[in-house]
């Protein structure tokens, strides 16, 4: 063949040997022949390009080959050369999409019964699933009651869609996509034995293109060498990787803007990001499952450092999303332009997938911060002294960052009064309320009955105080404040149906969870003369000790010291 013809003709597999990829269809056809097992009806499927009806030429071959090898054809043989050449009349070829009718198949089950030069007659239907009714009833009989000698190669992209009496009446064996390595390794082996002499990023580049199809990859490449350009063929997203990166939403807008001006059609651009977006995860995730390949994954794979699986995924949320609304759309641009923004301002998204990205990227910055010195252990004093209580030193007072103005209702941070047990009943209700009641069904059941955002969010927030009716949560970030106008209804009628009484919300801003304001230290408690308990800290809680515990622990071990 001259040099005109392309790549994927000039460098057709010729035996089962040179079949790459399918290795378990080789194991089957092979073994079949080299037993003479061959079955009288075959239905292949499976993707575009794969080698479909390929296979089935070879397999032709290895049956009517004169010199065959374990199976599989020599290649070399006038038989095997006929095949190869088109012009053997032990093989039909037919194109059912072009062919459908029952008039066809009708002269062809005919033909069927008469003898042919070679040992077996092959008969390759391509597309069979685009058949009519009749033609397909038509082919059935034939199958029911083949001739001998004679084998029926069924070709399909779409199984499903072949009737189920043809598909009953034949061996399915399925096609597979080729991985990126097995692809770059074809590629190579190609371009070596063409003279091409073209770079590893257009082999990289073809076997993107080529989707895991052997055809549709050496296409690419037959037109990457013609333009001369690795990247002619798809658009280049540095740019737009670096602001999703860097969050930075005028740069991804810019970067839109000039991948339009060079041409690219939206719907395009977005679908080709989708694709590169799909292998960053994949790398991050599975990469034996990416079809990306040297230099390829190296440079998806940063990119997958950089932006972290849960920015990845939302990436390919949200862009997946546009696609569908680009459909329906007056401006196609903008609807990328919009998803560009959504991903670089999650301040912006109300999608519960932005709150848990802004809520990894507070937790990075906690972890990151140094940790806080811990507090001087606290000091008690002898347990049974006759010395009278000594005074009680309260702990300095904890400084009280300003109420942001968004919050839903300001009222000012209460003092927090002196815990006191809660009684026997385990229904607590009206006054009976108390904030270590609040504290301990807060998340349980209180959080429980709230939607999942409202959840999510108020993971965040720190209960802190309670008097007075009003119930003060502390917020990690000022940033968290505009949020909580969406969550304050839905929070106080949660409280309101557990504790049987009405509550107001005061939102503050803390750091970390350390109330915003510090009730003054209360008085110590003296339960019985002989008895003392004193807490020295930076936070100190006075506890009313409603039993003789003390007392029992100072009769058996008297002049004791609890350290």
């Known amino acids: 063949m001259s040099d005109a013809t392309s790549l994927y003709r000039r460098f057709r597999p010729g035996r089962f040997s040179e079949l790459r990829g399918q290795d378990h269809i080789v194991r089957a056809l092979q073994g079949a022949v080299a037993s003479n097992k061959v079955h009288h009806a075959y239905l292949f499927s499976g993707p575009r390009g794969t080698g479909k009806t390929t296979t089935a030429r070879i397999l032709a071959k290895a049956l009517n080959c004169e010199n065959p090898n374990e199976g599989d054809a020599c290649n070399e043989c006038a038989s095997c050369v006929a095949i190869t050449q088109g012009r053997s009349l032990d093989v039909l070829e037919l194109d059912s999409a072009s062919n459908n009718g029952v008039d066809a198949i009708r002269d062809l089950t005919a033909n069927a019964w008469q003898t042919s030069p070679g040992h077996w007659k092959v008969y390759i239907l391509d597309e069979v699933h685009q058949l009519s009714k009749s033609a397909s009833a038509a082919l059935l009989k034939t199958l029911e009651e083949p001739p001998s000698r004679v084998v029926f190669v069924l070709a399909t992209t779409d199984p499903h869609k072949v009737i189920p009496t043809i598909r009953s009446r034949t061996q399915h064996l399925e096609f597979r996509l080729l991985n990126g390595e097995t692809l770059n390794d074809l590629l190579e082996e190609v371009q070596k034995a063409a003279g091409l002499g073209v770079e590893d990023g257009t082999i990289a580049a073809a076997v993107r293109l080529g989707k895991g199809s052997a055809r549709d990859a050496l296409s690419a490449l037959d037109q990457l060498v013609a333009t001369g350009e690795s990247s ?27 991948l339009q ?27 034996d499952v990416a079809s990306a390949v040297n230099d390829e994954a190296t440079r998806l794979s940063a990119w997958g450092q950089q932006l972290g699986l849960a920015k990845t995924v939302r990436i390919l949320e949200t862009v997946g999303r546009s696609m569908r609304e680009m459909k329906s759309a007056p401006d196609k641009i903008a609807m990328l332009e919009v998803a560009m923004v959504r991903l670089t301002r999650p301040d912006l998204d109300n999608d519960v997938a932005a709150l848990a990205e802004r809520l990894t990227k507070l937790e990075r910055g906690v972890s990151a911060a140094p940790a806080p ?17 000594p005074a009680m030193r309260p702990s300095a007072p904890v400084t009280a960052k300003a109420v942001a103005p968004a919050a839903v209702e300001q009222v000012a941070p209460p003092q927090e009064p002196t815990p006191t047990p809660a009684p026997a009943s385990t229904s607590v209700t009206g006054a009976n309320v108390t904030l270590d009641d609040i504290k301990s069904r807060f998340e349980s059941k209180v959080m429980g009955t709230l939607p999942k955002g409202s959840q999510l969010f108020l993971k965040t927030t720190k209960v802190v105080a309670f008097a007075a009716g009003t119930l003060t949560l502390s917020l990690e970030n000022s940033s968290f404040m505009q949020n909580t106008e969406r969550v304050a209804p839905g929070l106080r009628k949660a409280l309101e149906h557990e504790f049987k009484t009405n509550f107001q919300l005061n939102w503050v801003v803390g750091e970390g969870v350390a109330p915003v304001a510090q009730a003054p230290a209360p008085a110590p408690v003296a339960v019985e003369e002989d008895e003392e308990l004193v807490f020295e800290s930076e936070v100190v809680e006075s506890v009313q000790i409603a039993n003789g515990a003390e007392h029992l622990i100072t009769s058996i071990f008297p002049n004791a010291t609890e350290v």
Do not use: M, Y
């Not at 651009?269 to 599975?286: G, P, T």
């Not at 507090?375 to 209580?389: E, F, V, Y």
């Open 232 to 258: 002619a063929s798809e658009p280049v997203f540095e740019e737009l990787f670096s602001s999703l990166v860097a969050n930075e939403a005028g740069d991804a807008i810019r970067a839109l803007a000039r």
């Open 261 to 287: 001006h060079d041409g690219w059609d939206p719907e395009q651009l977005a679908e080709s990001f989708a694709a590169q977006v799909r292998q960053v995860f994949l790398l991050l995730v599975a990469a």
């Open 373 to 389: 010195a811990p507090a001087p252990a606290p000091t008690l004093s002898k347990i049974g002294s006759n010395s009278a209580t």
